[in-house]
């Protein structure tokens, strides 16, 4: 069984991968730290289950798992969620996850999730599993090969007749990206999101043309095209985090064609603008909230959350504090010493405890810190808890 874990904490992947491969050694593992990596091992390994945590930076395995899964119907998902995101694994079970595992993460119950789907993929016949590897294989040698003809470049003695039969008048749709990093995982996202468009309105294929653009040839009805096209921006504008176009062509009924009009649309993108949903600030801003809510006893420092939802630094602190009213680093303490007032409640907890539970190593800093806040020193408020609580008992 090929098992990829997908999880921004290290010491997770490791302690996961130690654990399967001491009892299952024959399972082939692949890590990924983040979404953008694990969308790369999905395309490039046949993976057949997935232990993913459900908040990852830069998009969600929640979010991963939806955008996958018309691609990859096959692979079986498993989620890792705190307590406090357990209302996110109930959604992923909704959606089609096969289960959740809660941390901390117990060795036994990692085999126990094993042992389950081992038996699954044993039941799937070889001759599935040839077959799906054949349709990927042939996938990438028609993305390859139309990706050649539509630069113009020379495709050697490959007959583009079949697919000119096949596809006798047909629309050009580019998706064309503005990014100054690696979009893998925006590459990712438009290829399954264009791909199933594309079904559901008529047929056609996706490919990757460049670093930064796609391009998808369908054939459909003329009327249904600019549904397809405001439907795709729409999807776009929700899960993509760089700026984007989408152009269609005219109706191109001879294949030869394809590459004169390929220039044209990409002529065309130098005078459109591009798009970017206005409310995605306010998505990476509850996206960062949410990761700051669920790891608030780690590093969180702003280059750190910044990097998370993709933002500049200094755009981030500015957004932040637009959203919410408050600077990024008061949030923080905020948040900290809100739960430290919590673990207070705990008398067998030591305050150097409480302390690096809620995320500070200096017990001077983390006391002042409360005290600046509450006008109490930890050791007072949990004295005026005790005191509170024998008066209750008289």
Known sequence: MNILVVDDENVIRSGIKRTIQ?????????????????????????????????????????????????????????????????????????????????????????????????????????????ARGLTMNLKYLREAVFQRWAAGLDIGNFDMKPLADTYSSFYLVMVKMDADRPVHLEHFIIDNV????????????????????????ISLPE?????????????????????????????????????????RLR?????????????????????????????????????????????NPVYFSQLFKQKTGQGYKEFVIQLRLEQAKRLLNNPSLKLADVAERIGYQDLRHFSQQFRKRFSLTPSEYRQQLQANSTQLNW
Not at 67 to 75: D, E, F, G, S, Y
Not at 110 to 120: C, L, P, R
Not at 298 to 310: G, H, N, R, W
């Open 267 to 311: 002529q065309a993108s130098h005078t459109q603008m591009y798009e970017q949903d206005e409310r995605g600030g306010d998505r990476a801003i509850e996206t960062s909230i949410q990761y700051i809510k669920s790891h608030f006893n780690e590093d969180l420092s702003l280059e750190k959350i910044a990097s998370i939802v993709y933002l």
């Open 194 to 217: 264009l791909a199933e468009l594309i079904e559901r309105y008529g047929h056609g294929f996706v490919i990757s043309y460049d670093a930064q653009s796609l391009l998808g040839l």
């Open 22 to 130: 001491t009892h299952y050694p024959d399972c082939r593992i692949s890590l990924a730290s983040s979404a953008d990596e694990a969308v790369v091992q999905l395309r490039n390994e046949p993976i057949d289950l997935v232990l993913s945590d459900i908040m990852m930076p830069g998009m969600s395995g929640l979010e991963l798992m939806k955008l996958a899964k018309p691609q990859h119907p096959h692979v079986r998902w498993v989620f890792i969620s705190a307590k406090s995101e357990f209302s996110y694994a109930q959604e992923a079970l909704r959606l089609g996850a096969r289960d959740y595992i809660l941390k901390p993460i117990g060795k036994e119950r990692i085999v126990e999730i094993i042992d389950k789907f081992q038996e699954d993929v044993r039941r799937e016949s070889e001759q599935t599993r040839e």
């Open 223 to 263: 009327a249904s095209l600019p549904l397809l096209v405001n439907e795709l921006r729409t999807h776009l504008r929700q899960y993509l985090r760089v700026p984007f176009q989408a152009i269609a062509s005219e109706l191109i009924e001879n294949f030869h064609l394809v590459p004169d009009e390929i220039r």
